[in-house]
């Protein structure tokens, strides 16, 4: 599991907002954590199909086929989550730097890191 990575995630339970159900996330913990041997949690970015939720410096835009997606997606970097390892189901390919660098932009976006 690495920095990039597409997965299917099962996102219950979750409550109010959040997203939930079986939805592919992007791994974007860092790879020293991802790599170390007994560290169960994972920090991911959820996805969505739904267009309406694509607006705003937050959501990052990816087209079908990008790190593996069936579908025209949305990376919702506001609702960054650590999950555990067993939520995260099949792992569906990798997001190239270009397609990174913009969730990293979303990502300071959503936490006011500049």
């Known amino acids: 599991m690495r920095r990039g990575d597409v997965w299917w995630a099962a996102l219950v339970p979750r409550?109010?907002?959040e997203q939930r159900g079986e939805r592919p996330v992007i791994v974007?913990?860092?790879d020293g954590f991802n790599e170390t041997p007994g560290w169960r949690s994972v920090?991911?970015?959820p996805l969505t199909t739904s267009a309406r939720r694509a607006?705003?410096?937050t959501a990052v835009?990816?087209?079908a086929g990008a790190g593996g997606l069936p579908a025209d997606s949305t990376a919702l970097c506001h609702q960054?989550?650590?999950l555990d390892r067993t939520k995260l189901t099949r792992c569906l390919g990798s997001l190239d730097?270009?397609?990174m660098a913009g969730i990293g932009r979303g990502l300071r976006a959503a936490l006011d890191l500049g």
């Open 15 to 17: 409550s109010g907002s």
């Open 80 to 82: 960054v989550t650590t």
């Open 43 to 45: 920090v991911v970015v």
């Open 61 to 63: 835009a990816l087209p």
């Open 28 to 30: 974007v913990s860092h």
């Open 97 to 99: 730097g270009e397609w």
């Open 55 to 57: 607006r705003g410096r």
